[in-house]
């Protein structure tokens, strides 16, 4: 679905340079439900917004459903935006209206595109489990109502990628876990590939593979050792000590064999010290040593 290899973004203001994406590689499966994680500046938002196009990545290649986003000239883009994507944001008020009722917000981006679809409107709303509250206005929904109608708006389209920064931002834990779950159904029911870049670990925790990106390029990636559901059955028995334990971590080397430590290990003696390891290949494993050390620590 996805595919970004060497992705640059860089931001020019009047005196300076903001190398926002340094190379960034990364693939999403089709019908993946994936999070993207990183610190603060990390470039998380920079890269949804390339997946979105709503913004042009500065060089790099970056294919989407087959399409080439660099290739695109205005038209396409708008066509893309219209029916590839569909996005979900922390601040459901920028794209809902308080006084209209969750039917109407869901209506009316679709009567703006000169179609009339109520039917559609009620499907999407039941679809996103709010089949009883059409009628309430926005105003009197609780924030995880209110998201689950951004959702709704989202997926008016049928968009074969929804990107989601921060869906659950705002809300409290178990609203958070409603709205998570709901992802997780619709990536089941509609085979809808969906792309959250998130700063809470509970949320990283429900999907299948978390990339994180540090600097602008993918670091590390944790795959799930079992599948959620197998895990929600072992919680019962078990408990939230679990939790480290979902995933398996990886650090990821690029093409050009370049990898970035994991920062607990370069904590380790004599990493700090210097800017050299020594590489050394034993039994089938690289092993790195702190460089002019010849102890043994990797
Ligand atoms: N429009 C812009 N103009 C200039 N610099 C920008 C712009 N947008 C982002 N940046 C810079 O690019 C870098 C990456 O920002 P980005 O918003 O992608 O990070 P992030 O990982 O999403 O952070 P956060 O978790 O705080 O939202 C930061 O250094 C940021 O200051």
Known sequence: ?????????????????????????????????????GNSGSGKS???????????????????????????????????????????????????????????????????????RRERAKELLEAVGLGDRMRNRLSELSGGEQQRVAIAIALANNPRLLLAD??????????????????RSLNRSIGITI????????????????????????????IRRVSYAEELALMDAEDAQREAESHIEYAVV??????????????????KDSNKVRVEMEDGRIVLYPGEDARKTG
């Open 46 to 116: 920079t890269l949804l917004n390339m997946l979105g196009g709503l913004d042009k990545p500065s060089a790099g290649k970056l294919l989407v459903d087959g399409q080439d986003l660099l290739a695109f000239g205005e038209k396409e883009l708008v066509a893309y935006k219209r029916d590839t994507v569909g996005f979900v944001w922390q601040n459901n008020a920028r794209n809902l209206i308080p006084y209209l009722t969750a039917m109407e917000n869901v209506e009316l981006p679709m009567l703006l595109r000169g179609r009339r």
């Open 254 to 271: 690029d093409k050009a064999g370049r990898l970035q430590i994991p920062a607990g290990y370069m904590d380790a003696a004599g990493f």
């Open 166 to 183: 921060e869906p659950t931002g705002s809300l409290d834990t178990k609203t958070s876990n409603q709205v998570l779950d709901l992802f």
């Open 1 to 37: 679905m996805i595919r970004c290899e060497g992705l640059v973004k860089i931001y020019k203001t009047a005196d300076l340079e903001v190398v926002a994406l340094q190379g960034l590689d990364m693939v999403v499966e089709d019908g993946e439900l994936m999070a993207i994680i």
């Open 195 to 222: 792309v959250i870049v998130t700063h809470d670990p509970q949320l990283a925790r429900k999907v299948d593979r978390v990339v994180q990106i540090r600097d602008g390029k993918t670091s590390a990636e944790m």
